[in-house]
């Protein structure tokens, strides 16, 4: 901040390192990430191989979604829905990462330099925060963690079904199995380290010794919220990875290794 009663500093900051690596290194990623998503979003296609079924369209909720045995096909949406079924759920997963505390921190810095880094002024002329529209909205953060959680069970009972062959044999393990493992793991680690999990299991509390089950369970999500960041970035790119994976299977570009 630059006032009055501060030293007269010509510089805008006395930071001598490359503090903006992070900002945009944190940009880029992001900025990969919204273009491969749309990309996948908007294609409507090659989501599904027996037995796997992409992230990004599960559940698949309209009737133009590709048949899936055992899968999570909800015709909810009739035949008047003509756009990818994927334009359905991601809201939820997304609304969830975009209130996310820790992602606010990495868009806000990265794409709107509010501010770009420690000790360096942001270009803005005034700060309001998170008290006018659009970014009041930041506040539903805790009801997009409850659809998550929803999205989360069902992600689980599709890598369930990563145990099938291609004839919905059960038994059987493939790469992919251990590539839906690896996401749903991760998912459910970034999901539980939110502070609005944390808020929820302990948060409330006056006395934790009245509480000690809940007290428990809120110093292991506070163990996990630790590393909220990088389980932010881990289930960011192990989601894209399932999807990938799918995709390539769906192609025909490779074929799935089965491991028994």
């Known amino acids: 901040m630059r006032a009055g009663t501060r030293a007269a500093i010509a510089a805008p900051h006395l930071r001598t390192d490359r503090w903006w690596l992070a900002p945009a290194a944190t940009a880029l990623g992001l900025l990969a990430f919204v273009v491969y998503s749309t990309w996948r979003a908007f294609a409507n296609a090659d989501y599904y191989h027996a037995p796997y079924v992409s992230p990004f369209y599960s559940p698949c909720l309209a009737d133009n979604c590709t048949t899936m045995k055992g899968g999570p096909n909800w015709g909810l949406f009739g035949e008047w829905w003509g756009l990818s079924p994927a334009l359905l759920i991601l809201i939820f997963p997304l609304g969830f990462r975009l209130t996310c505390y820790y992602y606010r921190k990495a868009y806000y810095r990265g794409f709107w330099a509010s501010p770009p880094a420690c000790a360096v002024a942001e270009p803005h002329k005034k700060y309001t925060g998170e008290t006018r529209f659009p970014l009041i909205l930041q506040n539903v953060h805790r009801y997009f963690f409850y659809a998550a959680l929803l999205v989360a069970a069902i992600l689980t009972w599709d890598t369930a079904l990563g145990f099938r062959n291609e004839e919905y044999e059960w038994g059987h393990m493939g790469l992919g199995t251990l590539v839906f493992l690896g996401n749903i793991l991760l998912i459910w680690a970034y999901t539980l380290s939110c502070h609005s999990c944390r808020h929820i299991i302990g948060g409330r509390l006056r006395h934790f010794s009245k509480h000690p089950v809940r007290y428990r369970m809120w110093g292991w999500v506070g163990k996990l ?36």
């Open 225 to 260: 919220n630790e590393r909220h960041m990088l389980l932010a970035w881990a289930s960011l790119l192990s989601v894209a990875l399932a999807d990938f994976y799918v995709y390539l299977l769906a192609t025909g570009t490779i074929t799935d290794p089965r491991l028994f």
